[in-house]
């Protein structure tokens, strides 16, 4: 179980890897390839980039909403790099 409280930015990066991989990341290194089911809940802020509607998930130190795109963590890193794990199934809530 990984638990993360009042999550900042480099807690996602440090759980789930940043968008150039995901390896090395703490979930990378817990799942077994192939055999652990992975389930990821996430209760906080979501913001879009008010530009490119991108979504973010808002990390207790950003700045503003409005700055997502720089202080946020990105879904779709997120999503890629949980593909990139190789677990044996993947939730999400």
């Known amino acids: ?3 993360l409280d009042n999550a900042e930015q ?3 990066i440090r759980t789930f890897g940043n968008q150039r991989s ?3 990341s703490e979930v990378w ?3 077994r390839e192939g055999i652990s089911k992975l389930y990821v809940y996430y209760s906080g802020h979501g913001v879009p980039d ?3 509607e991108e979504s973010f998930l ?3 130190d950003a700045r503003t909403a409005s700055s997502a795109s720089l202080d946020g963590y990105a879904l779709e890193t997120l999503y890629k790099n949980l593909i990139g794990v190789d677990a044996a199934s993947v ?3």
């Open 91 to 93: 939730v999400g809530r």
């Open 58 to 60: 808002l990390p207790t």
């Open 29 to 31: 290194r817990n799942v």
């Open 50 to 52: 008010p530009d490119t």
């Open 10 to 12: 480099s807690d996602f």
């Open 22 to 24: 995901h390896k090395g």
């Open 1 to 3: 179980v990984i638990r």
